[in-house]
């Protein structure tokens, strides 16, 4: 239960951290700030189902997600031209400019938190334990 209680709390810590972090800077929330990212993960063909496999939420939750990033003006939504039941989602102008204004103040923030330690390291091994938890294969 250590590691439970220490990984849940320090997760817990980070996001507020970084929520707070986000907000002095004016930036989107973190939560906001990870649908971008998936979003821009797999470019133009992404689907709600892609961003909800990649942030390991529900297809509900996605698509709330993906629905405020929309009406925020920082991804669109257009036609799947090969599914009509399903639409694809990019990023406009304005959502690649505050992905790269998020990311650019969660870096700083990780980089002042974590500078000396292994954290390349630890995250591999998270990643490695998350694949064996879920049955999925570790992102490159």
Same mark, same amino acid.
């Given at each position: 239960m250590r590691f439970f209680d220490a990984v849940v709390r320090y997760e817990t810590?980070?996001?507020?951290?970084? =929520?707070?972090?986000? %907000?002095?800077? $004016?930036?989107?929330?973190?939560?906001?700030? $990870?649908?971008?990212r998936a979003i821009a993960a797999y470019g133009r063909g992404t689907r709600v189902n892609d961003v909800s496999r990649i942030l390991g939420i529900t297809i509900?939750? /996605?698509?709330?997600?993906?629905?405020?990033? =929309? %009406?925020?003006?920082?991804?669109? %939504?257009t036609a799947n031209p090969e599914d009509g039941r399903s639409s694809l989602l990019e990023l406009t102008r304005d959502g690649y400019a505050r992905l790269a204004d998020g990311d650019a103040v969660v870096r700083a923030l990780?980089?002042?938190?974590?500078? $000396?330690? =292994? /954290?390349? =390291?630890l995250a591999e091994r998270l990643e490695r334990l998350r694949s064996r938890l879920t049955g999925t294969a570790v992102a490159a």
């Open positions: 810590e980070l996001w507020a951290a970084a =929520e707070r972090a986000l %907000r002095d800077a $004016g930036a989107v929330t973190p939560a906001d700030l $990870g649908g971008l509900g939750a /996605a698509s709330k997600l993906v629905d405020r990033l =929309e %009406r925020a003006g920082l991804a669109r %939504r990780l980089d002042a938190h974590l500078s $000396g330690t =292994e /954290a390349d =390291e």
